[in-house]
């Protein structure tokens, strides 16, 4: 159990309206990862977090927002949500050491209307 | 850009038969993870092979990475109702300034049919 928590679970939400989803991890992890996960793309990179403050742009950002202000949690926003955006989306730690084993919370299903 | 295929995409077998799960990159791996995910659940990470050649062992489950470091496989034997779920192959370059950042496959659904 690497300590990782998603809130909330499930969301449903109109077009148009910001959501946030938040990724909370107990062990002092530094870096932490947002992926989104639809029917036959596997996981893709949203954003990423290197340590607080320190962010980078994965290969979906577009339309996506992240913050890390401190080294526990890290938010997901979305800032006008599109119908395109319904999707799983799964919060992970990256363990220490050179092999960039990755753990994933329990995941939350956002669905967009 | 890194492309990592996974075949077959899906499988349905009956329980006791065998089955190999395959994955195929474009680029060399740095390291290579295998996870596992059941429904409603996130990623379970299953083993990280990072020398060409490499065999990895997991009760019924073997794991091998190709020599030139550009491919996986993994074979299950004699297969379970348990073994159900949905199989993740994930590559990463690693390099300088090492992100961590990992490209998955699409994932091989796997069904056990008892």
């Known amino acids: 159990d690497a300590g990782i928590t998603q809130s909330p679970r499930h969301k449903v939400t109109e077009t148009g309206t910001p959501v946030t989803l938040r990724c909370h991890q107990t062990?002092?992890?530094?870096?932490m990862y947002w992926y989104r996960q639809d029917p036959g793309h596997g996981l893709r990179l949203i954003h990423y977090s290197y340590g607080v403050k320190d962010t980078d742009k994965g290969e979906v950002s577009d339309g996506y927002s992240v913050s890390r202000s401190k080294t526990e949690d890290f938010l997901l926003t979305l800032e006008s949500a599109t119908s395109s955006q319904t999707s799983v989306y799964f919060c992970a730690i990256r363990s220490g050491g050179s092999r960039n084993e990755q753990f994933f919370g329990p995941g939350t299903r956002l669905t967009v209307l | 850009t890194q492309l990592l295929e996974q075949s077959p995409q899906f499988l349905s077998i009956q329980e006791g038969e065998n089955l190999t799960v395959y994955c195929n990159s474009s680029?060399?791996?740095?390291?290579l993870q295998w996870y596992r995910q059941e429904p409603g659940e996130g990623p379970v990470l299953l083993v990280t092979v990072v020398t060409g050649g490499e065999v990895k062992k997991l009760k019924r489950l073997t794991f091998q990475f190709g020599d030139a470091r550009k491919d996986s496989s993994l074979h299950i034997t004699a297969a379970q109702p348990g073994d159900t779920g949905l199989y993740l192959c994930?590559?990463?370059?690693?390099?300088?300034?090492?992100?961590?950042?990992?490209?998955f496959g699409q994932g091989t659904t796997l069904q056990v049919k008892p």
């Open positions: 062990e002092n992890h530094r870096y």
């Open positions: 994930a590559e990463s370059t690693g390099g300088s300034g090492n992100t961590g950042k990992l490209i």
């Open positions: 680029s060399v791996f740095s390291s």
